[in-house]
């Protein structure tokens, strides 16, 4: 029987939280042209949908995501020739990447097993990232005499510094989840068995939170990695200008002065 791309990428609201999950573990969860289509559509309905709060991005099996399956998509015929290749990058591993960086909603990643090329970066391009006790990470370009692609070069630096980026991309050595936690890859190790419940726990509380001030605190940190501090600053003020008109903000505020517990809607 002929699976779909909602087969293979799974994908429910639950509690204001928006499961995405890779379906396709006899491939270690490879991902096909149309299963990376699917996820950036369904990225982009979350960020447009008010229901939606929070985002989880799994898989199902022993591995996470263990690169690109280029077998999954249409190749043109003919001849390659100059600018094919960097078109495919665009259009393809770049789009995905950053459609989880440019996600309006706090998007967190539960790796259960080996994440792996573009299934690294997926995963490490995602807000906050839980990670099983047998999950690895490896830059498996190189093994392939290949340049990283998916923002691998961009995502690296920015988590653990440029000498150790380098050290991960050159030898392409597998990195143990606990080793990853050290490095900053990972913000929690936990046992396999915990993983969606502790995704689930970190989800929900995200999808309580103050949606539109998590937003903008999501972009100015991504920004902050890439401008001066005077862009920073500024970039910062005008987000508090339009966060102070949303009625979270209101709530959070008048909630301290009331001295009780805030509930925040997402508006």
Same mark, same amino acid.
């Given at each position: 029987?002929?699976?779909?791309?909602?087969?293979? /990428?799974?994908?429910?609201?639950?509690?204001?939280?928006?499961?995405?999950?890779?379906?396709?573990?006899?491939?270690?969860?490879?991902?096909?042209?149309?299963?990376?289509?699917?996820?950036?559509?369904?990225?982009?309905?979350?960020?447009?949908?008010?229901?939606?709060?929070?985002?989880?991005? $799994?898989? $199902?099996?022993?591995?996470?995501?263990?690169?690109?399956?280029?077998?999954?998509?249409?190749?043109?015929?003919?001849?390659?020739?100059?600018?094919?290749?960097?078109?495919?990058?665009?259009?393809?591993?770049?789009?995905?990447?950053?459609?989880?960086?440019?996600?309006?909603?706090?998007?967190?990643?539960?790796?259960?097993? $080996?994440?792996?090329?573009?299934?690294?970066?997926?995963?490490?391009?995602?807000?906050?990232?839980?990670?099983?006790?047998?999950?690895?990470?490896?830059? /498996?370009?190189?093994?392939?005499?290949?340049?990283?692609?998916?923002?691998?070069?961009?995502?690296?630096?920015?988590?653990?510094?440029?000498?150790?980026?380098?050290?991960?991309?050159?030898?392409?050595?597998?990195?143990?989840?606990?080793?990853?936690?050290?490095?900053?890859? /990972?913000?929690?190790?936990?046992?396999?068995?915990?993983?969606?419940?502790?995704?689930?726990?970190?989800?929900?509380?995200?999808?309580?939170?103050?949606?539109?001030?998590?937003?903008?605190?999501?972009?100015?940190?991504?920004?902050?990695?890439?401008?001066?501090?005077?862009?920073?600053?500024?970039?910062?003020?005008?987000?508090?200008?339009?966060?102070?008109?949303?009625?979270?903000?209101?709530?959070?505020?008048?909630?301290?002065?009331?001295?009780?517990?805030?509930?925040?809607?997402?508006?």
């Amino acid at each position: 029987m002929t699976r779909t791309p909602e087969d293979e /990428v799974l994908h429910r609201i639950d509690n204001g939280v928006a499961w995405i999950t890779l379906n396709r573990p006899e491939a270690m969860n490879a991902v096909t042209w149309d299963q990376r289509e699917r996820v950036i559509a369904l990225l982009a309905e979350a960020s447009a949908d008010p229901g939606v709060r929070a985002v989880v991005v $799994t898989a $199902t099996g022993k591995g996470f995501c263990a690169g690109a399956d280029l077998r999954g998509g249409s190749t043109p015929a003919g001849e390659r020739v100059a600018g094919d290749v960097a078109r495919m990058i665009r259009l393809g591993a770049q789009r995905l990447i950053t459609a989880v960086l440019d996600c309006e909603k706090p998007v967190l990643a539960a790796v259960n097993g $080996t994440a792996a090329g573009i299934g690294a970066h997926l995963a490490l391009a995602c807000d906050l990232v839980i990670a099983a006790e047998p999950a690895r990470f490896i830059e /498996v370009f190189v093994r392939r005499g290949l340049v990283p692609d998916g923002g691998g070069a961009y995502l690296l630096p920015r988590l653990v510094g440029p000498q150790k980026a380098k050290e991960l991309m050159f030898f392409g050595d597998a990195v143990p989840a606990v080793e990853a936690e050290r490095l900053g890859l /990972v913000n929690r190790v936990v046992p396999a068995e915990e993983l969606e419940a502790t995704a689930r726990a970190w989800a929900e509380r995200l999808a309580q939170g103050p949606t539109r001030a998590l937003a903008m605190t999501k972009q100015l940190v991504n920004a902050s990695l890439d401008g001066d501090r005077a862009a920073a600053l500024a970039a910062e003020a005008t987000a508090q200008e339009i966060n102070m008109t949303t009625a979270d903000a209101n709530e959070g505020v008048a909630s301290f002065v009331e001295r009780r517990t805030p509930k925040y809607l997402g508006r």
